[in-house]
């Protein structure tokens, strides 16, 4: 029987992959929670109040940097 391949690791920390919490997007009009993670670029249409809403990397650099505080 073959061993299973060893855990895939960070090649710039040489070590396991480290998690990261995932950022949440929220509806700016009714603050419902649209989806988690990170994106390049997306719009959505928020399912309760029906805003459309673009999300981009840049803003969510920006809210990270603000809620870091």
Known sequence: ???SAPMSTCAQH???VEKVALQEARCRKCH??????FV???EVKCPKCGALQNFDYACQ???????QS
């Not at 419902?32 to 993670?37: H, T, W």
């Not at 650099?61 to 809620?67: E, G, K």
């Open 32 to 37: 419902r929670l649209l989806f988690k993670g």
């Open 40 to 42: 390049i670029d997306i």
């Open 61 to 67: 650099c920006r809210a990270r940097h603000t809620t």
């Open 14 to 16: 040489g070590s396991g």
């Open 1 to 3: 029987m073959e061993k």
